[in-house]
């Protein structure tokens, strides 16, 4: 794999067939359960999907669903579907069932491919659909209209010519779903995935092929697709496939059995092992490097788990929109609590409101410049015309940088609150409030004072010995107010059992807006 790519590139003869070439085809691609698949066994498993996926008519450019939890038969089918052409769509196998409906009509597959649990869904919608895709099931028997993935894949033939893709054409799209509005359909190029290889996992991360990965964050993500998938593929190492849902006994249990040396978690999930007293029995010394992105790491967290681990956590900010991390911490160099330095290869902007850049340490909105941002999203002009213009990617976070170029988040664009006129980022406040014993977790948003005017309020979830009270809501305040400027203080404290989180970990703090429930004042 080498940065330029050649004009004609083919991202699946890369990542699988080029082990072959390289002698792999004995090394273990992909740990499942007690599954061991080889890179023989994904070179000729990638052929069969993309053969089956042709057989039945698909073509170049025509879009596959790939709704599945973790398991190999994503990687034989995301490949398979790139090796002729077509473009493969991740999405999440858990959301709700009435979600599903939307991305069957936009992006309007030629097949999708479901587990078990979700051919119900999908023939509900399908029927009520002017699209009638193909239907193939993952797993075990098809029922009425419906194909068998893994039946079929062993009546084909394991050799398949590769479609002759150029390096922009498109490969694979991801949904990014923003705080409102639909989920929008992100379009990512042949050339988008070594391009992260070659600047952020290998020079960065150093993955070697010795290594094995785990992913907290699934492959249907922008993240998790990264880290335990094509990074591996790219250097002919291991990935550890988890289709569970990532409690901390599962991660623990996963990092004892098999071993990873690089773990890539979201901050909630560290933050979720921490607080677990079981931890201590388990043995976690094949880490070497740990990655956290997603959202900002708390420096709390960071020690906390360099002291229990002895390992470093890589704080870096990634997006769909990018693909991966383009502004990250270095090993041996991490500033705790900043998203590091730009990921060379990537360029970035901190703007004011007007398009200007603005002076080392002043907040303004983060912009980037790289060869894996996206061509733009499926079928919405608009927002594409106001998120990526020119060959600039406007992410929508809010940041500083100071003077040895650490970039330290202060909050997305539409979480950050004016108060008094003055900016307060929710970041800033929730990294002191964390700090408190009592608190476990907490988010900060902005709250009418009933005079139309916004103050910071706090949503706190306490440690479940710790009974909330007036004089624990005082106790809090003046914790703040020893260690921030009054005015970043919250005026209005609520208890709550847990907070509002997107499917990655993220705190939905426009939820928290809305809402006035909760347990205590
Ligand atoms: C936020 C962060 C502070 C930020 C992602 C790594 O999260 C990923 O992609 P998404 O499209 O969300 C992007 C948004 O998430 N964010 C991500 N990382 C950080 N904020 N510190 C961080 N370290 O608002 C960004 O705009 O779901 C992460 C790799 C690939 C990804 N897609």
Same mark, same amino acid.
């Given at each position: 794999? !080498?940065w330029?790519v ?5 991202a699946a003869c890369d990542?699988?067939d080029r082990?072959m070439e390289?002698g792999?085809?004995h090394e273990?691609? @992909?740990l ?16 069969? +999907?993309?053969?089956?996926f042709?057989?039945?008519g698909?073509?170049?450019e025509q $879009?596959?669903l790939?709704v599945?939890p973790?398991c190999?038969?994503?990687v034989y089918a995301f490949?398979?579907a790139?090796?002729?052409?077509a473009v493969p769509v991740?999405l999440?196998?858990r ?5 599903y409906?939307?991305f069957?009509y936009d992006?309007r597959?030629k097949?999708?491919l479901?587990g078990?649990?979700l051919?119900?869904?999908f023939?509900?919608i =399908? ?11 993952v !797993?075990g028997?098809?029922?009425q209209g ?9 009546q084909?033939d ?6 002759d ?5 498109v490969?694979?799209w991801?949904y990014?779903s923003?705080?409102?509005g +639909?989920?929008?359909g992100t ?10 290889v070659?600047h952020?996992?290998k020079?960065i ?8 990965t785990?992913?907290?964050? /699934?492959?249907?993500?922008?993240y ?5 998938m ?8 291991s ?11 599962v991660?623990?249990?996963t990092?004892?059995r098999?071993r990873?040396?690089l ?6 999930a560290y933050?979720a092992?921490?607080?677990?007293e ?6 976690v010394?094949?880490?070497r490097?740990c &990655?956290?992105?997603g959202?900002?790491l708390?420096? /709390?967290?960071?020690?906390e ?5 002895? @390992? ?13 991390i383009?502004i990250?911490n $270095?090993?041996?160099?991490v500033r705790?609590?900043?998203?590091g330095t =730009? =990921?060379p290869g990537?360029e ?14 002043? &907040?303004g909105?983060l912009?980037?410049?790289g060869d894996?941002? +996206?061509a733009?999203y499926?079928n919405k002009?608009e /927002?594409?015309q106001?998120?990526?213009?020119g060959?600039w990617?406007c992410?929508g976070d809010m ?7 650490y ?16 900016w &307060?980022s929710p970041?800033?406040v ?5 700090e408190h014993?009592?608190v476990?977790?907490c988010?900060?948003?902005a709250?009418?004072?009933?005079d139309g ?5 706090a949503?706190?979830?306490? $440690?479940?010995?710790i ?6 809501v ?5 914790? &703040? !107010?020893?260690r921030l +400027?009054s005015?970043k203080?919250?005026r209005?404290f609520?208890f709550?059992?847990e907070?509002?989180k ?20």
């Amino acid at each position: 794999m !080498k940065w330029p790519v050649p004009e004609r590139y083919n991202a699946a003869c890369d990542f699988v067939d080029r082990h072959m070439e390289e002698g792999r085809a004995h090394e273990v691609a @992909i740990l499942y359960r007690d599954e061991v698949v080889t890179y023989g066994d994904l070179y000729e498993r990638v052929n069969r +999907a993309g053969r089956l996926f042709r057989e039945l008519g698909i073509e170049m450019e025509q $879009r596959i669903l790939l709704v599945l939890p973790d398991c190999p038969e994503f990687v034989y089918a995301f490949f398979g579907a790139i090796k002729i052409g077509a473009v493969p769509v991740p999405l999440n196998p858990r959301l709700r069932p009435d979600d599903y409906a939307y991305f069957v009509y936009d992006a309007r597959p030629k097949a999708v491919l479901v587990g078990r649990e979700l051919v119900e869904v999908f023939e509900n919608i =399908v029927a009520a659909s002017r699209f009638k895709p193909l239907r193939l099931v993952v !797993k075990g028997e098809a029922p009425q209209g419906w194909l068998s993935f893994t039946d079929l894949l062993h009546q084909v033939d394991g050799t398949l010519e590769p479609a002759d893709t150029h390096k922009d054409d498109v490969a694979f799209w991801l949904y990014s779903s923003g705080s409102t509005g +639909a989920p929008k359909g992100t379009i990512h190029l042949q050339h988008d995935m070594p391009f992260c290889v070659l600047h952020y996992a290998k020079p960065i991360l150093n993955i070697q092929p010795g290594d094995r990965t785990y992913s907290v964050a /699934k492959l249907h993500f922008a993240y998790g697709l990264g880290n335990a998938m094509y990074f591996p593929l790219g250097v002919g190492a291991s990935t550890i496939l988890v289709p569970e849902h990532p409690t901390p006994q599962v991660i623990l249990e996963t990092i004892q059995r098999d071993r990873p040396t690089l773990f890539f978690s979201v901050p909630t999930a560290y933050n979720a092992v921490l607080r677990w007293e079981e931890r201590f029995r388990y043995d976690v010394s094949s880490l070497r490097l740990c &990655v956290s992105a997603g959202e900002a790491l708390p420096e /709390k967290l960071y020690h906390e788990w360099k002291a229990w681990t002895g @390992i470093e956590i890589l704080d870096g900010i990634g997006s769909t929109e990018a693909l991966h991390i383009f502004i990250s911490n $270095r090993p041996g160099q991490v500033r705790p609590g900043s998203s590091g330095t =730009v =990921v060379p290869g990537y360029e970035a902007e901190i703007r004011d409101e007007s398009g200007r850049p603005v002076p080392t340490g002043e &907040v303004g909105v983060l912009w980037i410049k790289g060869d894996s941002v +996206a061509a733009g999203y499926w079928n919405k002009q608009e /927002k594409t015309q106001r998120t990526f213009v020119g060959s600039w990617l406007c992410t929508g976070d809010m940041y500083v940088r100071d003077e040895e170029g650490y970039y330290w988040y202060v909050g997305r664009s539409d979480d950050m609150i004016k108060a008094g006129g003055i900016w &307060v980022s929710p970041i800033e406040v929730e990294n002191v409030l964390i700090e408190h014993p009592a608190v476990v977790e907490c988010a900060v948003v902005a709250h009418d004072d009933g005079d139309g005017l916004v103050k910071p309020k706090a949503f706190v979830v306490l $440690r479940p010995d710790i009974p909330s009270s007036e004089s624990l809501v005082e106790e809090l305040k003046r914790f &703040v !107010k020893e260690r921030l +400027a009054s005015y970043k203080c919250p005026r209005w404290f609520v208890f709550v059992d847990e907070l509002p989180k997107t499917s990655t970990g993220k705190i939905q703090r426009f939820r928290l807006r809305q809402t006035q429930e909760g347990r205590g004042a």
